[in-house]
Structure formats: structure tokens, C-alpha cells
């Protein structure tokens, strides 16, 4: 099945079908073993500023608590009153029962389960349940309630209406009956029996469960990102819709710069094998407690709505830690690292993976999204979907490629990218 993940004993790399990679070359798995110590260039700078980090982790509102408490399924109470939970395969934005997916309800109604979490974090989003007659199993996220849950207008947690989902993934897995079709994805089932127009992918991956209709920069992000439709290849959603400080996610304003700088961000912290949600305590907590009707509430989030040119600027300081991944790099290795650096990194590794995409066959016709997200209105005051055609351009300006989304010899060479 074309979709497949490779699964280890707590986690799943879910997503684009690198299990169907390892399958078509006959690979079953990978085992890791080794007995030499991991030498650091700084190990007790970075031992003591990696156990602060956790313990600001621990404390940090998004990181520390609602992320720990709730798990991802924190989520859907704020994509659903920002009218970005796909339902009915992204028809609307917003569930009226929607609220009982969310971990808040779950944990007022039996699932309480025990925290679980990948290798050393100190935020352990993941959790083990109970189920009647099943036992300890993985407690659902966020992707998995609203795809599988409000996007197929399924909120009943008892299952009863999810009866045939549950058979249909059976059926996926094992290529039975229609099942055989869906393994194929969305794009190839759309090509097969019609209904593009509704296809919900990019480049042929599905979309993740924040509607871009309500996130502009996570509209370009889709349509731009190497592997298609996928929110952990920047999450602009998070600085425009689902965090503390959220920017207008309807203005246009930001909405091409942000993507750039969040897909070089993703792209190095990717290869350093960090998660994402580690970025999300870029916002400090003083910010989180802040009222969003304050006045200094809106100047803060007007002023960075308005920083495009210093947002550029700062990232491309190449002596600015920002963020505390430069440090722990820089602990690590002995090298001296930045914030821009990171940009440079990330940057470097996106036009990269562009180049190996365009010499594959994908062009500019391909950085787009599935026609319902650009033809049809999610909000009242929309008369169209998302307004890729106004960003596009801008965006393809900001990567240094040319009006065809090719990248410039002037711009691989500036990142010693050789073709
Ligand atoms: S590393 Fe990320 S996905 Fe894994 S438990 Fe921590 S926060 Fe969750």
C-alpha cells in the first residue's frame, strides 16, 4: 500500500510512504545497535543548558501543559472556533459537535490515559489508553481526530458510526476489496473514479487537518513544501491560527514570508532529528497569558504582521541565536552557530530536495492546492478559496527561483548547492 509508514516500538513515520519505499525494496526494518559513547564537543555546557531547556519545556504554557496535559487532541477546540477543522473532507471549518474529540472533553470522559513520549521529552504529547476489550493501546491525536474524525463527520468516540472506517483501514492495509483502491491514495483514486475538484492533496499527499482557507501562510506552505501537503514542514499554521499570538490569518501581509523562513527553520531542525513542537516555545510564556483583546495584545500582533523586512533581517544575522537549537549545535559540534545559520542550513536542504523534485518531473504547476481550497469560500467575507495566485509570485522572489519556481544559478551557488 502506497501510503505505508515505518513504525518503531512508540512512533510512526507516517506520512508520504516511506514504508512503502522500504517495501518495495524487500527492506522489513532497520535495527540500530552500537557501544561507542556519543562524544560532544562541550559536554557539560551542553548537559546543563539542555536540562534548563527542560525544564522551561516543563513550564512553557503550550509545551508544558496543554500540549502535556491534552496531548495534540488540545488542538481541536482552537482549529474549530478559528473555523479551520476540516469537516466533511474540508467542505466546512468548523464541527458543532467537534468539541467531544478534544482532549479537554476526552479527559472529563474516561480518556485519561498515561502519558507517553518519544525518546528523552520533557513534553510527552503522546498517551496509552484503555480500551474495553482491547486493553493499553495509543490514545488518538490531533491529525487522527479531525481526518478521521470531524473530516468524516464522525465524532461519536464510541465508534458506532465509525464501524466501516475501522473495516475500510483493514481493508487498506491488507489490499481487500475497496480497500485495494483507497490504498492507493487520494490523487490515484481521483484519477481513477473522477472528483479532483474534492481530491484533498498536494503533489499527492493529503492535506493536514488545518484548513488554509483560515491560515494563509499554511496555504503556501502546502502548496510549496517538497512533499506536498504537510503541516510539520514549517507549521505557519501555528504562528497565524492555532498559537498564542496568531498574526491575521486573512491578510496577505507576512503570508509569503513567513513559509520561507519556517520551511529553512523545519528543514534544519528536521535534520537535527528535533521535533517541531520544540520551536513552539519561540513564543514566551508572558505572551500566552496575554488577553487577545488587550490593546497590547493587537499592537504586538499588528506590529508582527508588519515585520517582514526585520523578521528577514534578524534571521539572517549570522551571529543571532534565537532560537536554542544553534546552542545546542554549538555545544555539540564546537562550531559556532546563529539563527542564520539555520536559515542557511535549512535553505540549503529545501532547494536540495526542489532541484531533485524538478529533475523528477514536478514543476510550478505542482506548488498548488486541491481546487476546492481555491475555488470555493470557507468565510463569509471570502468570495473565492485561498489566494495562492497573490503569493505565489512573491514567494518565488523571496527563495531566489526564477518566475517558473526554478531556482537561480545565482541562488544555488549563494548556498553551494552544485547541479
Ligand atoms: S518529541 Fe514531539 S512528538 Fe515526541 S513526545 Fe515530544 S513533543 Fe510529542
Known sequence: MRYAGIVSAERIAGRSGVGAVMGSKRLKAISVDGTRALELAHEEKFKAYTKGLRQRFREHPVMGEKLRRYGTMGIVNTTNARGILPTRNFQRGHHPDGTKLSGEYLEGHGLVGVKSSCVHCPVACGRDVEVEGKGRVKGPEYETAALLGTNLDITDLAFGDAAAVSVAIKDIAHRRGLGNDLAEGVKRLSEKYGGAEFAMHVKGLELS???????????????????????????????????????????????????????????????????????YGVIPAAVHRMNPKSLRYRIIATLFEHSGPLYRWIMGLKAFPLLWFEKWLTFATGRTYSSGHLQEIGERIFNLERIYNLREGFTAKDDTLPPRILNEPLFAHQTAGHPLHLLLPRYYELRGWDASGVPTRKTLARLKVRT
Open 209 to 279: 487537518a488545518y484548513d488554509p482557507r483560515g491560515s494563509y501562510a499554511q496555504g503556501v506552505e502546502y502548496a510549496t513544501t517538497n512533499r506536498g501537503g504537510c503541516h510539520v514542514q514549517g507549521a505557519s499554521m501555528y504562528m497565524e491560527s492555532t498559537g498564542p499570538l496568531t498574526i491575521n490569518p486573512h491578510s496577505l501581509h507576512l503570508k509569503a514570508e513567513l513559509p520561507v523562513v519556517q520551511q529553512n527553520l523545519a528543514c534544519a531542525i528536521n535534520s537535527m532529528v528535533m521535533c517541531i513542537f520544540t520551536t
